[in-house]
């Protein structure tokens, strides 16, 4: 496609996704000149700044690691302008309209893409402002927007009708940022370009896989939002669920984005709704040396909240790859390490030659320290025949040394430039998971479901080996 020269604007630049992610998103795709050097970025929001605070701001969360950089950034900035309205007032947007006709002038951009870094609540109010003010004829529209997409199937049908009414779907960029994450992408190549992968990838092959993710941070200030929605609609409905999809996935016909979402789509669409018996839920109390405070001390949080900060659910796949074989996602905040790992565990090695026998495993660790390897039995060297788990690793780290590991949001941004829709969630697609979830959230939402305290730094409530355990998950026969 033919490449479209953009003017950038961030809407709730002032907000922690956009000083955090997207601004050194931007400055990671101009440094490395995936940016054109003479795309302008103009940043919205309510806060009434200076363009010195605000170019600190855009700076924050920037690193630089180099002489050269600083200059990068230097010249960075001076593409970045700021403008201050408020979400829902006309005469605003008609001003940032004029600021973005200045800039066009010089820029000769005739695209204009649209970040829109804020709360739900403002959603709506600033696409209608945005269809109103800032869509003139001739000009391509793209926007780009982050979760929250509703609470529940019904909230997120009814945002989608609403943005839908204004924007079309082509124009529409759905993030889930885990699908711009080096080993995500991985995971098409990884099973479909590998036949001893491939052929081996179904429940003839396969006992379980478990898709954990795992932060030491708490909330952290965050508790007002987080206590609305909790883990579960903040993490395992989106990010793990879009993992799971590329690991269950058919082949789709070829890489484009329809082909790749059609198929994504179309296994979500054989799992059905999550069983009560099927979850185990937890909630963080303090650190046991009571040093950090637990969920319920945070004080955005409300008192006596249910929400949980850990979840462990079980989903099944009915279908003819799948079938039978449990697909186990846990996340959970307040733990003892970081991870987010892929682990698929095969069955047993059938009759009695050896003694002493661990479960092949292939682990696809997403986050930190990008890897794969693979748990195989091997002869212990020496004289004798005894068994021996061992690994085949592929760590980045040793493979890869010198390659810098793009950020996820420099790789969907840039998606979006140049209006690859393949890692963005499609309508179809939110609508498969929220059907998923929505049953047993109202469950819990409805308080039928008490989180299990755990500590702040442990490994997680009490129960979950055991919740694991019941499906399938074990380390095989050993002596
Ligand atoms: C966000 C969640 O979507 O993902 C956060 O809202 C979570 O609660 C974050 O911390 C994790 O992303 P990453 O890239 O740091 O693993």
Request: charge should be neutral; hydrophobic fraction near 35%.
């Amino acid at each position: 496609p033919k490449k479209e020269h953009f003017t950038v604007v961030v809407l709730g630049a002032s907000g922690d996704l956009a000083k955090k992610k997207t601004f050194p998103a931007l400055f990671g795709l101009y440094k490395n000149k995936y940016l054109d050097p003479n795309t302008h970025i103009i940043g919205y929001a309510r806060t009434k700044m200076d363009l010195h605070v605000y170019h600190d701001q855009v700076s924050k969360y920037i690193k630089i690691k180099s002489d050269e950089d600083k200059v990068h950034l230097e010249s960075f900035l001076k593409l970045c302008t700021y403008q201050s309205g408020q979400y829902d007032k006309d005469s605003d947007f008609q001003e940032l309209e004029h600021h973005l006709r200045d800039v066009e002038k010089q820029t000769r951009a005739k695209a204009r893409l649209f970040y829109m870094a804020l709360p739900p609540s403002v959603f709506i109010p600033v696409a209608k402002s945005l269809k109103k003010n800032n869509h003139p004829e001739g000009v391509t529209i793209r926007l780009i927007v982050e979760k929250p997409f509703g609470m529940d199937l019904e909230s997120s049908r009814e945002l989608g009708r609403e943005l839908g009414a204004l924007f079309t779907e082509e124009e529409i960029y759905r993030i889930d940022h885990y699908l711009g994450k080096e080993m995500v992408k991985n995971l098409m190549i990884l099973r479909f370009a590998n036949v001893i992968f491939g052929s081996v990838w179904n429940r003839h092959a396969i006992d379980n896989i478990q898709i954990t993710f795992k932060e030491k941070i708490g909330t952290e200030g965050r508790g007002g939002y987080f206590d609305e929605f909790g883990i579960i609609r903040d993490v395992m409905q989106n990010h793990l669920l879009q993992i799971l999809s590329l690991v269950a996935m058919e082949p789709p016909v070829s890489l484009s984005a329809e082909n790749v979402r059609d198929e994504k789509v179309k296994v979500l669409r054989y799992i059905p709704p999550i069983q009560a018996e099927d979850i185990l839920l937890g909630q963080y109390v303090a650190s046991e040396d009571g040093k950090v405070p637990g969920y319920l001390d945070d004080k955005t949080v409300p008192k006596g909240s249910k929400t949980p900060t850990y979840a462990a659910a079980t989903v099944f796949i009915n279908n003819e790859r799948w079938s039978g074989v449990p697909f186990v996602l846990k996340c959970g905040k307040a733990l003892d390490q970081q991870k987010t790992e892929i682990r698929i565990q095969f069955k047993d090695v059938a009759g009695n030659l050896f003694q002493s026998l661990s479960r092949n495993e292939i682990v696809i660790r997403v986050q930190p320290g990008e890897a794969v390897y693979v748990k195989m039995m091997n002869k212990e060297p020496g004289l004798g025949m005894k068994t021996i788990i061992s690994d085949l690793d592929l760590s980045y780290s040793k493979r890869f040394n010198d390659v810098a590991i793009p950020e996820a949001y420099e790789s969907l941004i840039l998606d979006a430039l140049n209006d690859d829709h393949s890692n963005f969630v499609r309508d179809d697609e939110l609508d498969a998971a929220w059907k998923i979830f929505t049953p047993i959230l109202k469950k819990i939402d409805e308080g039928h479901h008490d989180p299990i305290p755990y500590a702040f730094g442990s490994r997680g409530p009490k129960g979950v080996s055991e919740f694991v355990a019941k499906y399938g998950y074990h380390r095989g026969k050993q002596e």
